[in-house]
């Protein structure tokens, strides 16, 4: 239901721009984002793109080990969330998975829908 790709390849100071497609069967999936796990560590969060409400604006929160580097956005008629990687490091190598939740605290803490990962490799 959620399609990641755009991974690969790239030496360290790189950029990479991972899409991920939500099919039309997710319904109300107000929170988008992308998490990583390297081998031997745990799964973390990366990057959440929230759409906002009546009262409150969208929003974007990184992980402090990604911020000024990557970018998360979305585009709500396509209902995607996109990444761009600038200035890989090589400990951003990683499997990538988007995520999603109709919230933000959903997304946090037990996603609703996963992407099936892409991998994200960075050279030095």
């Known amino acids: 239901q959620l399609q990641a790709f755009g991974g690969g390849l790239v030496q360290a100071g790189g950029s990479l721009r991972l899409s991920c497609v939500a099919s039309?069967?997710?319904?109300?999936?107000?929170?988008m984002g992308w998490y990583r796990q390297a081998p031997g560590k745990q799964r973390e969060l990366v990057a959440v793109r929230t759409t906002g409400t009546m009262i409150t604006d969208d929003s974007t929160n990184y992980a402090d080990s990604v911020k000024g580097r990557f970018t998360v956005s979305r585009d709500n008629a396509k209902n995607a969330v996109y990444l761009q990687m600038n200035s890989l490091k090589p400990e951003d190598t990683a499997v990538y998975y988007c995520?999603?939740?109709?919230?933000?605290?959903?997304?946090?803490?037990?996603?609703?829908?996963w992407g099936q990962g892409t991998q994200v490799t960075v050279s030095s």
């Open positions: 995520a999603a939740a109709v919230s933000y605290m959903g997304l946090t803490t037990r996603p609703t829908y």
């Open positions: 039309g069967s997710i319904l109300r999936v107000n929170a």
